[in-house]
């Protein structure tokens, strides 16, 4: 069955030294061989050398005739061979179930229940039945012992090595011990142990003494069992189900800890959540800007005050580039052409309480001056009015922003905005608006007394939303005292929206000398700035947020660095049960999936938690419904990106892991 011809094995420390000199033996089906010798000898290096953990030696190592170095030797383990180690070499926080299941698990050929009846039967063999959940740290040594029994038993292997099995028992566990060996050749096993206790001797049917690297044979007779070699051939492919569940115990086990690296790992996660969130948030709302209170077949002309193209007029332009302004769009061929009156920088005022000062963005009035039908849809039943209605051209009267609504409200009456507030309280006063200006150098100011005829729509609003004044309430503070309109905009209106998109497109191409200084933009033009810029900053903030990921994958790497150093021992003890190196690491990647997972877990959470708070605060101050806009695109992508961050970073300690020594492995402490 199992043959070692001529075999020689060297370490160097400091000089090279045969450890195994010249060594060769032959073991039968139903053998039992005890190898004695002193410490040191090279038993267990010889043991190690016939399981197919070390595979650095000189000779040849048979298994049926078969050079086992041509097999495949974590399959040849899992099949032929079961081990018990001195130590037991238990994993201690399972039960005595999961630590036979462990090695089970390699069999796909049996089902859960299949396996659970050999379990419950094997322990009944060990004398084990009662302490089948029990966690094996709670066992005594001879329990532990019977465990790693079980355990070498578990997938009826025809060999079984144990080294030095009965060195921490006491002298009535150990003869417990040799019996279950005993027996086991009687079933047809071949048993091999290494040990220096000499009593162990009169079980074996082979002895053989080892001393000096040489192997001696003291003892060889019949076991008296005929070889057979018609085992039924094993599926050997561990399910990836069975590795994640293995993963998830050694996450429960170290659960502290794994919690920790997910909120710390999260962090990042988070950045990069809000940064994506925010930037579908403020796009999302300059769409509903485009689709809302901007027109799309508008066309802007405004004096490019600072000579960059800016997105936005901020100074009133001359008579000279009104008149240009019209000219260009007479050219295109729009004839309903608006000069868009402004008062800059107004201050409002209700019944002694000043509602607009140094801390807030001026406030912008616009005079409502285009044709009756462009005001058609301004209405409550449309909801771009909360309450009341659109002002009349020749009639005093001003729709104010809901803003300046709820600051009245709340300082005048106590009150919360809505539509019954609104008419009870606000519709039909008047509101007090001052025009300051410079005649001469000289500070001067515009008073009006104004009615209130409407309140916008919050939902309507957007940070281009300028409070509308009547034509004869705009006069009213300008004409009537002497100061000229002051028109900030030239606005047309196009056929259609793909009319409007064709001018602006021309002339950003176009050289002409006759329109320089000027701006030609509409409402898509416009939106493509912001969303570009919105583009930009969340760019920045998304890279600024992977970093954080990196930092996280980094501390990852670490914790499972650590997680492999602690659990040396465990991957020698798998190894050695025929787990391949893709099974060890799978088991850490999924780890660090876990963890990956449990960390966007958090972050989801949290940035739920944040957009509930921060987005009614952030609409109130900005117009912008849904600034952090939670999607489950977003989620999606910033799970896959953590996720290969993440086990990038854990790709290494996982390598690490499956590419360690077994032996050394074995022996660590």
């Not at 011809?5 to 060594?23: A, C, G, Q, R, S």
């Not at 005739?65 to 399972?94: A, C, S, T």
């Amino acid at each position: 069955m199992i043959t070692l011809k001529n075999i020689t094995k060297k370490f160097k420390d400091p000089v090279w030294h045969k450890v195994l000199n010249d060594v060769s033996l032959t073991l039968d089906k139903g053998d039992f061989a005890v190898i004695t010798g002193a410490s040191g000898s090279g038993k267990s290096t010889l043991l190690n050398i016939l399981s197919g953990l070390d595979n650095e030696y000189e000779g040849h190592v048979e298994y049926d005739g078969v050079d086992i170095r041509k097999l495949k030797l974590e399959k040849f383990r899992k099949d032929k061979l079961g081990f018990v180690f001195q130590n037991f070499n238990l994993i201690p926080y399972m039960t005595v179930r999961e630590n036979i299941e462990i090695a089970m698990n390699l069999d796909r050929s049996k089902s859960a229940n299949e396996r659970d009846k050999i379990i419950k039967d094997i322990l009944e063999e060990v004398k084990l039945s009662d302490q089948i959940d029990k966690k094996v740290t709670l066992l005594s040594g001879g329990q532990k012992q019977r465990v790693a029994i079980a355990r070498a038993l578990s997938n009826s292997p025809e060999v079984i090595v144990a080294d030095e099995p009965t060195g921490a028992l006491d002298s009535v566990t150990a003869k417990e011990i040799m019996d279950i060996f005993f027996n086991l050749t009687k079933n047809g096993k071949t048993v091999v142990i290494v040990t220096h206790d000499h009593e162990l001797k009169k079980y074996a049917n082979k002895v053989f003494n080892m001393k000096d690297g040489k192997l001696n044979q003291e003892l060889n007779k019949d076991s008296g069992i005929k070889s057979l070699h018609n085992q039924v051939e094993k599926k050997y492919k561990i399910g990836n189900s069975l590795l994640f569940k293995q993963a998830v115990k050694n996450f429960l086990n170290r659960k502290k800890r794994n919690i920790g690296v997910s909120i710390g790992a999260s962090i990042g996660v988070i950045a990069l959540l809000i940064s994506l969130s925010i930037g579908e948030g403020v796009n999302n709302g300059i769409d509903r800007m485009l689709s809302g209170s901007l027109n799309p077949e508008e066309v802007y002309v405004f004096f490019d005050a600072t000579g960059t193209g800016q997105s936005a007029p901020t100074l009133e332009m001359t008579s000279n580039e009104i008149q240009k302004a019209k000219n260009l769009m007479e050219e295109e061929g729009i004839t309903e052409i608006y000069e868009t009156a402004q008062i800059m920088g107004a201050t409002l005022e209700y019944q002694g309480h000043l509602l607009t000062d140094n801390t807030t963005v001026p406030t912008i009035i616009e005079e409502a001056n285009l044709k009756a039908e462009r005001y058609e849809s301004f209405n409550v039943e449309n909801e771009v009015l909360l309450a009341g209605e659109m002002v009349k051209e020749q009639e005093r009267g001003i729709v104010i922003k809901s803003q300046t609504a709820e600051k009245i409200l709340n300082l005048e009456y106590n009150k919360e905005l809505d539509e019954k507030n609104a008419n009870e309280y606000l519709i039909g006063t008047n509101i007090t608006v001052t025009y300051s200006y410079r005649d001469d150098n000289e500070m001067m100011t515009s008073t009006a007394e104004i009615p209130i005829v409407g309140i916008m729509n919050p939902n309507d609003e957007t940070p281009m939303t300028n409070a509308l004044i009547s034509k004869q309430g705009y006069k009213e503070l300008t004409t009537d005292v002497n100061i000229p309109r002051q028109i900030y905009m030239i606005t047309g209106y196009a056929d259609s929206a793909a009319a409007s998109d064709a001018i602006v497109e021309k002339h950003k191409e176009s050289k002409n000398s006759d329109y320089q200084g000027l701006i030609i933009s509409n409402s898509s033009d416009f939106m493509g700035q912001l969303n570009n810029i919105v583009l930009m900053i969340t760019g920045l903030l998304s890279f600024m947020s992977i970093l954080s990921l990196v930092v996280a994958g980094v501390m990852l790497a670490v914790v499972l660095t650590i997680g492999v150093i602690e659990r040396t021992r465990e991957i020698g003890v798998l190894r050695a049960l025929g787990y391949n190196k893709g099974a060890i690491r799978k088991i850490f990647l999924s780890e660090g999936a876990y963890i990956i997972v449990l960390s966007n877990i958090i972050a989801v959470l949290i940035v739920l938690l944040l957009s509930v708070a921060v987005n009614p605060l952030l609409e109130n101050q900005f117009s912008i419904a849904n600034v952090i806009s939670l999607s489950i695109s977003n989620i999606l992508i910033t799970l896959f990106a953590t996720t290969i961050i993440g086990l990038l970073f854990a790709v290494i300690p996982a390598f690490k892991a499956s590419n360690m020594n077994i032996v050394q492995s074995l022996r660590y402490e």
